[in-house]
């Protein structure tokens, strides 16, 4: 009897811990919606979980999906216009972001030689820890103002950029998507098409590529073009 006692206490002390490590291990998913302050989606926000980028993206309806560990504590929502947001899980499998616009003032580029800074999505990098991976362009240099469009301003332009009349090509993207088009990015917001921008409005062009686009996921995977418009203290 006391052996049978043992045993039994033995069996269920192996399938706790059994379970006790399949509960650790299985991830949890949680889901949710980003929206801007008029409660409106915004597509294209990156997920990153305990500060590491997921490749979970949020789609046109502003809504994302992804799995994470039981342990991981905290979940951040990226996007270059409106910046970050961070919310603790605590066990929570429904979180909603709710976005405001960020000033765009830390976003100018301080020339230094090397030690240049450039926006790389997810907050800036030196420029020389991202060379081959980002080129820009002034929007109001002289040289551009005979630009009848925005494609005339980029072609010839930016190192490694192709412009075929109304087709651009990074060269060196992995082109993993089914399109060879890069990401188009205005004033923070993912647009499907650059064709109605005006060449007097254009403030900044910024061209990213392989780690420096990674911040985009997938969708970055050709490519990313950063174009930043004047804004309203910006002209005079």
Known sequence: MKNILIFTLVVLVCYSNVSFGQTKNKKIT??????????????????????VK????TDQDGIYKVKVS??????????????TNEEAIDGRTSIDFFLKAKSTKNTEKV????NETVNVGYGTSLKKDATSSVGSIDGQDPSLANSLTIYDMIRGHIAGVEVS???????GSSSLNI??????????????????????????????KGPAASVYGTRGANGVILITRLSGNDKK
Do not use: C, H
């Open 70 to 83: 039981p342990i991981a504590k905290e979940i951040l929502v990226f996007t270059l216009f409106y910046g």
């Open 179 to 208: 399109s060879a088009e890069p990401l188009f990015i205005v004033d923070g917001v993912i647009v499907n098409s650059i064709d109605d921008i005006s060449t007097q409005t254009v403030k900044s062009i910024e061209v990213l």
């Open 30 to 51: 949680i889901t949710g919606k980003v929206m801007d302050a008029n409660q409106k989606p915004i597509e294209g926000a990156v997920i990153f979980i305990d500060k």
């Open 165 to 171: 009349g109304t087709s651009i090509k990074i060269r």
């Open 111 to 114: 020339k230094t030689d090397d």
């Open 54 to 57: 997921t490749n979970s993206v």
